[in-house]
């Protein structure tokens, strides 16, 4: 994973440069800063491995930046932000690796990232091994993606291929037996043939992954198959084994909690609809509402309101119909005065609730609507 210094003096592409990279597997935002100069005095302290920087900017223009930010680490990679593609010739006079033109898109950003992810393998192949914490291979939150060691996306030979490795990062460390896996891929398919698909589907699995650098421990035995994984593998299991451990959040874990409510309040699979998956997915939502939930308890308790009405919007962004958490959210509103944030979060409750199913709020949330706009 690499960390990103991101610099934009516009409050509006700052932010959404922090929440494109911010949402991208292999990239961390180590700070986002509307002045050069912050970000300069700033460098050394957050040492990134890359930094995004806008070309046009007050007093201090990105190629300036760029210039005595590698002149203290000549390693970094930049990448330069602009509206005008006549500035690329410049841009490149300092090494830069790439640049993006605006309105930044994911699409473009990917293309940079392989750029960066390929350049930054490379040097590390000419740097003595230092063990380090376990990187991310699989996101199933949001989407549904595997990445080999250099960052690449692994393209899957077929559907049923992708699916069963779906299964079984959601089933690990326990038997799926042969027949059961026969049964939920291949339901309309005689026994003999179902088997067959599955036995080949798994050596194909098994072929992707090895094709790809991904390294996994999928045994198999008469019964069936049996994948180990690591806490780390997947952002799925790093999810599960938080909530195992944690029964409240405090000032110890708040900030890993944090993160974690902001990076899975999203579709498991990225919405993919596997008929073995209503389960699981009802099971995640379940423990995301209760993290949601414990994150806000431990900003209340802190008196960080700011930071507890934050929490209960990105939570609602996932559940916008959970009613107990919307009516928290908006009693914290009204006890603040905010006229504004109250009408528009009730409002656009109303009008989910009207279309999705036909429903009103209840009682208690439209009498505290009707108390609060008197």
Request: aromatic share 10%; with cysteine; hydrophobic share 45%.
């Amino acid at each position: 994973m690499l960390r990103v210094m991101i610099v934009e003096d516009e409050k509006p592409i700052l932010d959404l440069m922090e929440r494109l990279i911010g949402k991208h597997p292999m990239l961390e935002v180590a700070g986002a800063f509307a002045s050069p100069i912050a970000a300069l005095q700033r460098y050394e302290e957050l040492k990134p491995d890359a930094a995004f920087l806008d070309i046009e900017m007050p007093k201090m223009g990105g190629i300036e930046l760029a210039d005595k930010l590698k002149a203290q680490n000549e390693e970094l990679q930049v990448v330069f932000t602009t509206a005008y593609p006549d500035y690329a010739v410049e841009a490149f006079r300092v090494s830069a690796v790439d640049y993006l033109l605006k309105p930044v898109t994911p699409e473009a950003l990917e293309r940079v990232v392989a750029r960066l992810l390929k350049l930054h393998t490379m040097r590390l192949a000419f740097k003595p091994v230092i063990a380090a914490e376990e990187e991310m291979t699989v996101r199933c939150f949001g989407t549904f993606e595997t990445r080999g060691p250099d960052g690449s996306l692994l393209s899957w030979p077929t559907r049923k291929t992708e699916e069963l490795f779906a299964y079984l990062l959601a089933y690990p460390n326990r038997l799926a037996g042969k027949w059961q896996l026969a049964d939920l891929l291949w339901p309309d398919l005689d026994e003999d043939r179902a088997l067959h698909n599955v036995h080949n589907t798994v050596y194909r699995l098994k072929k992707a992954l090895k094709d790809a650098g991904v390294a996994i421990d999928l045994s198999n035995s008469n019964e069936g198959y049996y994948l180990r994984l690591s806490p780390g593998f997947s952002d799925l299991e790093r999810f599960r084994n938080f909530m195992i451990r944690t029964a409240e959040i405090d000032e110890q874990n708040a900030a890993e909690g944090n993160k974690l409510l902001r990076l899975h309040a999203a579709p498991l699979f990225g919405g993919k609809d596997y008929v073995w998956s209503a389960g699981l997915a009802a099971e995640i939502s379940a423990q995301l509402a209760s993290l949601a939930r414990m994150v806000t308890a431990y900003y209340r308790r802190t008196g960080d309101r700011p930071a507890a009405k934050e929490t209960m919007r990105v939570y609602l962004s996932y559940a916008p119909l959970d009613e107990e958490m919307m009516g928290e959210l908006l009693r914290l509103y009204a006890d603040d005065g905010e006229s504004g944030s109250f009408r528009a979060q009730y409002e656009q409750y109303v009008r989910r609730l009207e279309a999705e199913l036909g429903a009103a709020p209840g009682k208690e949330l439209r009498n505290l609507a009707a108390k609060f706009s008197t």
